[in-house]
């Protein structure tokens, strides 16, 4: 399949990134290019032009910072799970950014392009929800921080302007006693979310005194779960606790669940409360608390 | 548009006029010919046209040949001498991990990419390793074997 005529331009640097985008209106950013390309075949996407910024160093890796770990938004699926900084104090990211997709996958895309493209059914917008992490993007105007919570508005939309550019995510530090984890019900052929669950939750003296679930894959954009939320914080973390706790993800996903031929929007309901479940246990195992 | 690039396949440089629009998969196989690199679903879900980009393993059906600029790729036509095959080919010859053929470039290349990475995977891990590659002949049971026998037959 081809996709429509484009114009290609490479961006060597941040700035020149912003030059093309600024002189080529309609042009789109490529990163990793494994959710624009898709789309352009399909002819979903025809972008005028394309301004390539897959090889400019500034936009890749991962430092810790003051406030947690920064990671670059070049940085691939497959850095960012074998990353030990991240797999120490961002569990939940690691894990869910080994999760995506397939091998080859991993290599290419990148956690600028995931975010960006905001897919219901991507991994980290919903990981990256649940540990409170911000968005650093630059545009004509300067550099802004997003928080990630708020960043989605909806199936491929985010709060971010065509002309500004995602330069970092950065996920706050680990708090003392604080856990983070992802589970995922993968469509058996892409590897997409069907279901995806991100919990962090920390304790204080064996109580849970705060907690961030978030859901992706069957809503349209990664959201909390605040009914969930609510009934863990307060309370103990055993496997009653929980449970109790993750049955009322039924009255955060209300009727903004979304069905396919794979899976209906029923069935999705049904099986949710288990993936919140576990992925609370997985959290709390990791705060030390279960 | 026309983009100037140069792509090292198989070792030999290629200086070539293209489209931006033309994919990495669609440059093997129509402008250099190299056909051993398939197109399965074409929609990067079948890993049938992996291959080897800078040393990693990509579908080659998602990414222009403008991303590829100046980069080095291996296919399966240059994966060995003529008339000789690599390791892992070897493997899945004698391990009977084909029977059409369709999806064995990739298998390969997918292969190749974990046994970089872990020189002595389980079957398990070899499965994730291949979950972005679809095989409709063998049901993967020969696969496995074969990527187990190229692990024990000390390929990478
Ligand atoms: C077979 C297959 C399976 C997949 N499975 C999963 C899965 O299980 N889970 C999952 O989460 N994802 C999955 N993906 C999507 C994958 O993670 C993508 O790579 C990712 O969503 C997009 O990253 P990219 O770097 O490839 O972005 P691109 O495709 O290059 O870009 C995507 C969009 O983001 C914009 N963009 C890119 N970078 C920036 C930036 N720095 N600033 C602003 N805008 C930017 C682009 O303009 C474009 O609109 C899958 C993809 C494929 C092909
Ligand atoms: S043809 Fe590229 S993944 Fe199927
Ligand atoms: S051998 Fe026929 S598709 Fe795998």
Redesign the interface.
């Known amino acids: 399949m081809y996709s429509a005529n484009f114009d290609y331009h490479r961006a060597k640097s941040l700035s020149d990134a912003q030059r093309l985008l600024a002189s080529n209106p309609g042009a789109k950013l490529l990163a990793g290019g494994h959710s624009l390309i898709p789309l352009m075949k399909l002819r979903l996407a025809s972008p005028s032009a394309v301004v390539d910024i897959g090889r400019i160093p500034e936009l890749r890796g991962i430092s810790k910072s003051g406030d947690g770990i920064r990671i670059g938004s070049l940085t691939t699926h497959a850095e960012i799970a074998a990353s030990a900084d991240v797999q120490k104090s961002a569990a939940a990211l690691a894990e869910a950014a080994g999760l995506v997709g397939d091998p080859a996958v991993r290599s290419r895309g990148t956690i600028g392009g995931n975010v960006a493209h905001a897919d219901p059914a991507s991994d980290l917008p919903t990981v990256l929800v649940a540990l409170d992490a911000k968005i650093v993007a630059i545009g004509p105007k300067g550099e802004r921080t997003i928080s990630a919570d708020g960043f989605f508005t909806g199936i491929m939309s985010t709060t971010l302007a065509d002309d500004e550019v995602i330069t970092a995510i950065v996920v706050p530090a680990l708090a003392k006693e604080q856990g983070s984890a992802y589970v995922k019900f993968s469509h058996p052929a892409s590897r997409y979310a069907v279901i995806g669950v991100a919990a962090s939750v920390t304790s204080s003296g064996g109580t849970c005194s705060a907690a961030r679930v978030a859901l992706g894959g069957l809503v349209p954009h990664a959201t909390r779960a605040n009914a969930v939320e609510k009934a863990l914080v307060g309370g103990g973390l055993d496997t009653t606790a929980i449970g109790t706790a993750a049955a009322k993800v039924g009255t955060d996903l209300g009727n903004e669940v979304t069905g396919d031929i794979f899976a209906s929007a029923e069935y999705r309901t049904a099986v949710a409360p288990v993936y919140v479940k576990r992925a609370i246990a997985a959290a709390a195992a990791r705060a030390g608390l279960a | 548009?026309e983009?100037s690039v140069s792509l090292t396949v198989n070792g030999r440089r290629y200086d070539r006029q293209i489209?931006?629009?033309l994919?990495l998969v669609h440059f093997l196989r129509d402008t250099l010919n190299l056909t051993g690199t398939k197109i399965g679903c074409?929609?990067?879900?079948c890993?049938a046209c992996?291959v080897m980009l800078d040393g990693?393993?990509?579908?080659s059906c998602?990414?222009?040949a403008?991303?590829a600029?100046g980069s080095s790729v291996t296919t399966i036509e240059g994966l060995a001498p003529d008339g000789q095959l690599d390791r892992v080919q070897e493997a899945f010859w004698e391990k009977h991990g084909l029977q059409c053929g369709f999806c064995t470039p990739g298998m390969i290349f997918?292969t190749k990419?974990?046994l970089a990475a872990n020189s002595n995977p389980s079957a398990e891990q070899i499965r994730h390793?291949l979950?972005?590659?679809m095989c409709r002949c063998t049901g993967y049971q020969n696969i496995v074997r074969s990527v187990q026998a190229a692990a024990a037959a000390g390929a990478r």
Not at chain 2, 42 to 45: A, N, P, R, V
């Open positions: 548009m983009l489209e931006p629009r994919l074409d929609t990067s879900q890993g992996t990693v393993a990509v579908k998602t990414c222009l403008a991303q600029d997918a990419a974990l390793a979950e972005g590659n």
